[in-house]
Every structure is written in C-alpha cells, then in structure tokens.
C-alpha cells in the first residue's frame, strides 16, 4: 500500500512541475502593478519587458509607457542607426530618441541610492541594446536562420510527443501495482486511466506551448502578438473570477482545485480496488456484501476527502450555502433525472434487496447483476449481452430476484399422458427422470401433482427444486429429453388435440315466398332442358367419332 502512495505522488508531483513550468511561460504583461505602492506600467519593444516607469503628478504611468512605445517602434523600424542621447530640462534628464522626447527621468523612475542621472544612463543603455537586437532581428540572414530553428523545434516535438507516449504507456503504467487493478477483470481502475491520461496530456499541452512560444519568439511580430495574448490570458486566468466569503478565487484556482478533486477520486477508487482484492476477497462474505460494503467505502472517502481538500483550499464550508441553493434550483430544474438516479442507487446499496450475482427479471430482460454503480445496474443476459437498467427503475417496477435470501428455486414442468395410461407408471418416469438429473436438488425431493383430467389428456405437474437459477432452461430442457426417454420405456403415450365432426341429413325448416318458389321453379326448368340438350348433343358426337374409328379400322384392314 504505501509503494502505490508512493508512486501515486510521484506522479502527482510530475504532473505539478509540469503544470507549473506551463504557467511559468506566460510573460509578465503591460497592465499596471503596484510597485512599492506606486502604480507602474512597462515599457515593451517587439514583445520584450525593458522596463517600468512610475506615474507623475502631471501624467499617469500607463499613458507614458503608450508615448514611449509609440516612438521605439517607429526606431526600431528604421534601417538607420538610432541616435540616444540625454539632455537637461528642468533640472531633469531627458531620454531623446532621433531627436524627440521620449522619458523625463523624475525621482518616482529613480530606485533608493540611485541619482537621476543614473538611472538615465542605464535605461538609454537597455533601449540601444533593444532597438539594435530589433533591427538585426529584421534582416533576411536573421529570418533565415529563424526559420531553420523554427522547423528543428517542431521536429524535437514531434519527437518527445510520440517519445513521451511510449514512457507513459510502458512505464508510467507499469508504476501501478496489480493489487490496485480491479480483481475480477484485471483492468486498472478507471481514475487511474484518466489521470495517467490527463497528466500525459497536459505534458503533451505544455511540450507543444513550449514550442510554440519558442518559435514565436524568433520573429518580432509573432512575439509581439504572441505576448499581447499571453498577458489577455494570464488577466484572465488570474483574475477573480469567483468571491466565496472573504476569498477570492481564480480560472487557475479553479482548475488546479478540479484537477485535485479527480486526483481524490483516482485515488479512492485505487484504495477501493485495493481493499477488494487484499481484505473483502478473503472474507466470508458474499460478493453483493463485499460490492455494498467497496461501494460504502468508496463515497466514504471522496466525502471525506472532498471536506478536506476544501478546507485545506482555504474554502470556508459555511459560504458554500449560498452554491448549495444554487445546485438545489439547478438539481430541481435539469438534474432532477440524475440525482433521482443517484438516490435510488443510495437505496438499492442500503436495503441490499439487489445485489451483485444475483439473477433477476426486469421486464422481458433475465440474467444476473453485474456491476451496480451510482446511476444504474448492469445486468448479464442469458445471451451475453449487457443490460444497463437506471436506477430508479428497479424501484419504480416489479423486479423478479431468483436469488433473493436463497438461490433455491422452483422450477414447474408441465406433462400430458393419455387416457388409460398407468398413473404409477407415469409418477415413476417423472421421478426417475428429476432425481437422474445432477443439477436437481435431493431436498426438497421432486414431487409428481396430477393437475386433473382434461379434454383429451391427463394433466400432470412435475415439481423440482434447483440451486442454480441462470440454468433453469437448460436444466428444463435435459428433464423434458429424460422425461421422453422414461415415457416410450414405459409405453405411455403423450396425446395430440383431436376433434370429431358429426353431420346429421334432414329437412330444412325454410320457408320460401311464392314469388321466389316460381323463379326458383322455372330457373331448374331452364337448367333441366339446358342439361338435356347437352347430353343428347354429346351423344350424337360420340355416335360420329365410333363411326370415324370402324371407317379407319375398315381401310388398315384391307
């Protein structure tokens, strides 16, 4: 246990440092700091800090940093050499650039131990060093030779992205302890996978952002742009986003705490893997007590952790209230669904009345429990296909449990004997046929009921108990095989429905109109003479064909 904690945190810690080093690369930006307790703002050339100047009584510091980045680009775009030089005005020195104003040096620019002079010397030194790296950045062997370090860049990316992956999927993985896996599949837990997945990708995230700042940082208007962006988006990130209490929370605050959180239950559900296979499997108790109690254990600790974790955040648990009636409305609203599923699988873990391994019937669905989570149950069919079952349905509907308290059941077969069949003959073949099966229990013992006596056959029931209820169609089909077998062995006979039609002759008692016996009378008048005349007419033709046959045999003989 305490080897998988420790590699457990030295893959937290990783995925830490990397986080970090990704967040350390976002530049400083040009909005205002509180240096000292004065307001700042930086000056910038083609993307890079050079340095800060303080506000004074008759401009702000923001609106002179503008002024002086204004005039360094429009420098640093000229192909000429850049003339600095500093000049005395008001017994204070001035940065000129080409000739034009550019900074007046005050005593807020000026750090303790520092003249004015000074410190004009050093920033007109920083700025030259700046507009002559600017100029050179702008020649064609400089972006030649950029862009060669450009495509080497994205090729060692290619190459760590893919090199990483290996490591994550041949070591990281192997760091895992098979005890944690889960004991009947052999799987790894599923927070593991995901947080091995999402540190590989925020490794993948930072490796590519490395690169891509890299090669931004090659041209000037990439770094420009690119460090305008950065600073939107470390405003963004940095900036409260959400007040709870006295604190104030960040995009970044946020995120590290989520991250956090699905680490908890990465690691809860290792610990629950773990106390399956090392402690609840060498028990005594059944797998639906051993599933109820890892499930317990399981909310137990992200509960538990989640407390924790948040006061630890700083999060005061009392301010909460106010996000609490915030997730009541929205439970009420669009999550009613969800959390009806995840109470009824509260109540189902609670009141054991299902549980893992036991063959029910939902429906027209039979098979045996599988897996019963926080949302739904999984249910194995007798034709191996899975079966997921919300929750609240369960509840809501009659569910059949074959294996409820007892896995022994009863199982009714019904038989049909002919009339006049020896009934001792009969009970003997039923029973010898149950108590010849392995599957059909001694105790209780098979029973032999004579239902009645039906329309064409005798109506038997033969009763036996069995312990193994997912194999109740299979037992039922070797018994009736069995039954057949004894029954041709005793010369019983089974019966098929049969029916007699008796027709009796006789006269109609019809009545008929006057009107309708005349018509009918002369209609068979008509058919009579009609019947008449074509019988004489086939009488003349078979006198011709005789008298056409003896000419033939008349002129064959001669």
Not at 380 to 408: A, G, Y
Not at 490 to 497: A, E, G, K, Y
Request: hydrophobic share 45%; aromatic share 8%.
């Amino acid at each position: 246990m305490s080897r998988f904690r420790s590699r457990f945190r030295v893959a937290t810690f990783i995925s830490t440092i990397v986080l970090a080093v990704v967040l350390a690369w976002f530049p400083r930006s040009e909005m205002l700091v509180q240096a000292q307790g004065r307001p700042t703002s930086v000056l910038t050339l083609d993307g890079r800090r050079l340095f800060e100047v303080s506000e004074t009584k008759e401009f702000s510091a923001e609106n002179r940093a503008n002024e002086a980045n204004v005039i360094l680009r429009q420098a640093v775009r000229s192909s000429e050499p850049v003339k600095m030089e500093i000049v005395e005005s008001n017994q204070l020195p001035v940065i000129r650039v080409n000739g034009r104003h550019l900074l007046t040096v005050t005593q807020e620019d000026t750090p303790t131990g520092r003249s004015k002079q000074e410190q004009a010397q050093i920033w007109v030194q920083q700025i030259s060093e700046a507009v002559s790296q600017g100029q050179e950045e702008r020649r064609l062997s400089y972006l030649w030779r950029a862009l060669l370090f450009a495509s080497l860049s994205v090729l060692g990316a290619i190459a760590l992205h893919k090199l990483l992956g290996f490591i994550w999927c041949h070591w990281l993985q192997r760091l895992v302890p098979k005890a944690a896996n889960n004991p009947e599949t052999g799987a790894q837990p599923k927070g593991i996978e995901l947080f091995l997945k999402l540190t590989l990708s925020l490794v993948r995230i930072g490796l590519w952002l490395g690169t891509i700042i890299y090669i931004t940082d090659l041209f000037p208007l990439t770094r420009y742009w690119s460090q305008r962006i950065a600073s939107i988006l470390q405003m963004s990130l940095t900036s409260p986003a959400i007040s709870l209490g006295e604190n104030s929370y960040s995009v970044i605050n946020i995120i590290i705490l989520i991250s956090l959180f699905f680490g908890l239950v990465a690691v809860a559900g290792a610990v629950t893997n773990l106390l399956r296979s090392r402690i609840l499997r060498i028990t005594s108790a059944s797998r639906g007590v051993q599933e109820s109690i890892a499930v317990l254990i399981n909310y137990s600790l992200i509960f538990i952790g989640t407390f924790v974790l948040l006061q630890l955040w700083g999060l005061d648990i009392s301010s909460l209230a106010i996000v609490a009636s915030v997730l009541g409305v929205a439970i009420g609203f669009g999550l009613q669904g969800i959390a009806r599923e995840l109470v009824s699988g509260l109540v189902i873990t609670f009141e054991r009345s299902i549980q893992i391994g036991d063959f029910v019937q939902i429906g027209d669905f039979m098979g045996t429990v599988e897996r019963l989570t926080a949302r739904s149950t999984h249910i194995r069919t007798l034709e191996d296909i899975s079966v997921i079952v919300p929750n609240s349905k369960l509840l809501d509907t009659e569910v059949v449990n074959w294996t409820h308290r007892s896995p022994v059941s009863r199982l009714v077969l019904s038989v049909r004997i002919a009339y006049g069949s020896n009934l001792n003959n009969v009970r003997s073949a039923l029973l010898e046929a149950a108590r010849g099966h392995s599957d059909v229990l001694k105790q209780p013992p098979p029973k032999v009921w004579f239902k009645g006596f039906g329309e064409d056959a005798l109506d038997f029931q033969l009763l036996v108990w069995i312990s193994q209820p997912r194999k109740q169609f299979q037992i039922k089909s070797d018994l009736y095989f069995q039954i057949e077998e004894n029954l041709q062995h005793h010369h019983i006979r089974v019966p098929f429905p049969q029916r007699s039609l008796h027709l009796q002759s006789g006269n109609l008692p019809l009545q008929l109109s006057p009107n309708l016996e005349n018509s009918l009378s002369k209609l068979s008048e008509v058919l009579s003479a009609w019947l008449k005349s074509q019988s004489k007419s086939d009488r003349l033709n078979g006198s011709a064909k005789k008298n056409q046959n003896g000419d033939r045999h008349h002129s064959h003989s001669e």
